[in-house]
């Protein structure tokens, strides 16, 4: 159940590429499970022209301390409503509605757990690895981006991981070449069962079939462009299949993020596929 | 279960102001002027965990069709300076899974219910109307004639008075005939007071003015259309001025009918505007992707704003622009009605 809330901005700080907003969100720790997303409406309400509420995964969360209960979210300096959170200083109000969307599922047997991240996609998996490990999982950990600076949590990954394995497109960090080039050698070494993912929906889709031809179990969390973030505007659909088989045009932000690898339509987002429930039987669509 | 704190306080420390906020659409009577709009709340059950919608007028339902419909394909959304763009195509899951789902849920709820209904022919509209007007728990059905996220979008039936008519006048013989129908017309017409009159005539009971209006969004890195669909429904406070433009015109010519005004309100003052215009209650849309409780924020401020001006009844504020410089309202006794109609 989200709460809406009115934070304070606690600090905002560099990561490399990006920024931790660090906002109190009383009541919202309690409730955040790894893969919980929060939506940050920008600027005020009377007078922004901007409408859209911005979804950020949550990175971490307080839930105590001088601040009261606070949360982590990573955020990358894109457009309009990103460039005007991170212009926020100490104390300013941010309105929040968290947490949000279908965390990670966690296995109940303490199985081997590889962890990809792409990008600042890989926010959410540090309070993941640390849910794992507590569960007595062995955990690994998959960082990858374009260049050094686009990585994100490598220092956090190293401390909750049993081995780390970095790649860069352009080699200027770890090893060269995209997180998927090294997956299976990665999975293999540590007998992985389930892999968790979050990145782009290309890493995503490599990944689950990764993960598929192992016979691993995946879970992955989607980045798709979201207006309300809490279901009722059906912006931010993608074909997903359902358990009768069915393909359903489902929203990411209430059936999602998380969604099991195989069921994803990967290659058939952005359209409709045409077996989907209700498709249109006519060129054109609907 | 727990829920958003009201943070906007609207009266500081003043008490609630003592104004009867109720409200009627037709023979529908509602404790509350301030309605979701249909596209905007789903089916009442995501809003539920941020404010009690049973406080509100209504839920007006995203518009249902008869069969499942999967929507238009990604991206759906552009934002834009005070609104967005949207090209959903009516996804939904057709009216049977509707009635047993979310129709079952609101009544159970006990949440008061607008229905919208889509099709894509005058048949479809009356088959749905047939199979709701069997069902319990609905106060209100809304006709949906102006959804410019069609594939045939230059033909939406709101578009012309004839079939605008047509469709209005098989969902009013069709349906449950003391439930009020409200056919939603759209601003994209040469002449809305036509159309508007055209629906009256074919017995809509009260009209829904605005749909959104039709845009485009160039995206200048692709240098293609934003919008998977291309074209959009432009909403938010952007169109705020076409949606009281549109409620204004209507009601010079057809002083009685009912409307539900809808299009860019996000403050109790907006929602005055389109009451002073001539609503006699308001449907919050796109404002609720902001601010999911924003419909009863609006509420209290709306009774703020009318307690500020010396209303101690909502009713007594609904048209209240259209007075005459003495004060009586002024009305348009004999509108020129083309002679066809």
Redesign the interface.
């Known amino acids: 159940?989200?709460?809406?809330?009115?934070g304070e901005v606690v600090s905002v700080r560099r990561a490399g590429a990006y920024s931790v907003l660090t906002v109190t969100a009383p009541?919202v720790p309690e409730l955040t499970r790894p893969g919980h997303f929060a939506a940050l409406?920008i600027g005020d309400?009377?007078t922004s022209?901007?409408?859209?509420?911005r979804a950020f995964s949550i990175n971490g969360v307080q839930s105590r301390g001088i601040y009261g209960g606070t949360i982590d979210l990573v955020i990358a300096d894109v457009g309009q409503g990103t460039h005007w959170l991170l212009q926020r200083r100490r104390g300013d109000a941010v309105?929040i509605?968290a947490p949000l969307g279908r965390p990670f599922a966690l296995p109940r047997e303490p199985v081997s757990c590889t962890l990809v991240g792409g990008g600042y996609g890989s926010a959410p998996l540090f309070m993941l690895a640390e849910q794992l490990r507590e569960r007595g999982c062995r955990v690994d950990v998959v960082l990858g981006a374009s260049t050094e600076q686009r990585l994100f949590g490598v220092l956090e990954a190293k401390r909750s991981a049993t081995t780390v394995t970095i790649t860069t497109e352009d080699g200027s960090a770890g090893e060269r070449g995209r997180v998927t080039d090294h997956l299976d050698v990665v999975m293999e070494r540590a007998g992985a069962e389930v892999v968790y993912a979050c990145g782009p929906m290309g890493m995503l889709a490599a990944v689950s079939e990764i993960a598929a031809s192992r016979g691993a179990y995946s879970q992955c969390a989607v980045e798709?462009?979201m207006?309300?973030g809490?279901?009722?505007?059906?912006?931010?659909?993608?074909p997903v299949m359902g358990d009768d088989g069915v393909t359903?045009?489902v929203r990411s932000c209430?059936e999602g993020p998380v969604f099991r690898g195989e069921r994803v339509r990967w290659d058939e987002?952005?359209?409709?596929p045409p077996d989907?429930?209700?498709?249109?039987s006519?060129v054109?669509?609907? | 279960m727990t829920r958003a704190v009201v943070r906007y306080d609207t009266g500081g420390d003043r008490p609630a102001p003592n104004v009867d906020m109720t409200a009627s659409l037709s023979t529908f009577e509602m404790p509350s002027p301030i309605l979701t709009a249909s596209g905007c709340a789903a089916s009442g059950r995501e809003l539920d965990q941020f404010f009690d919608i049973t406080r509100l007028g209504a839920i007006v339902t995203k518009s249902i069709m008869l069969e499942p419909r999967s929507g238009r394909a990604t991206p759906r959304i552009a934002e834009t300076p005070s609104g967005m763009l949207n090209s959903i195509g009516l996804q939904g899951p057709g009216v049977h899974a509707f009635i047993e789902h979310d129709l079952a849920w609101l009544h159970e709820r006990g949440a008061r219910v607008i229905v919208s209904i889509a099709g894509g022919a005058t048949q479809e509209f009356e088959d749905i109307a047939k199979i709701l007007r069997l069902q319990e728990g609905i106060d209100a059905i809304e006709v949906n004639i102006s959804c410019p996220n069609v594939a045939d979008r230059g033909q939406v039936f709101a578009c012309r008075a004839d079939s605008a008519a047509g469709v209005v006048a098989s969902v009013r013989r069709s349906s449950d005939p003391s439930i009020p129908v409200f056919a939603k017309l759209s601003p994209d017409v040469t002449d809305l007071a036509t159309i508007a009159m055209a629906c009256e005539r074919a017995g809509a009971d009260g009209l829904t003015l605005i749909n959104t209006t039709l845009g485009v969004v160039i995206d200048t890195d692709t240098m293609r259309p934003a919008l998977a669909g291309v074209t959009g429904g432009l909403s938010g406070p952007a169109i705020r001025p076409i949606a009281v433009r549109c409620i204004w015109q209507v009601r010079e010519v057809l002083p009685d009918i009912p409307i539900l005004g809808v299009g860019g309100v996000r403050s109790g003052r907006d929602a005055l505007e389109l009451i002073l215009a001539g609503a006699s209650a308001v449907s919050v849309g796109t404002t609720v992707f902001r601010d999911p409780a924003a419909p009863m924020r609006i509420h209290d401020e709306l009774a703020v704003a009318l307690a500020d001006r010396g209303f101690s009844r909502l009713a007594d504020a609904v048209s209240y622009a259209h007075r005459d410089p003495d004060g009586e309202v002024e009305v348009d006794e004999d509108p020129e009605v083309p002679e066809w109609l």
């Open positions: 159940m989200p709460v809406q809330t009115r009541g409406a309400l009377e022209s901007l409408l859209l509420r309105d509605v798709e462009s207006a309300c809490i279901g009722v505007c059906m912006s931010c659909v993608l359903r045009m209430v987002i952005g359209t409709i989907t429930l209700g498709a249109p006519h054109g669509g609907h």
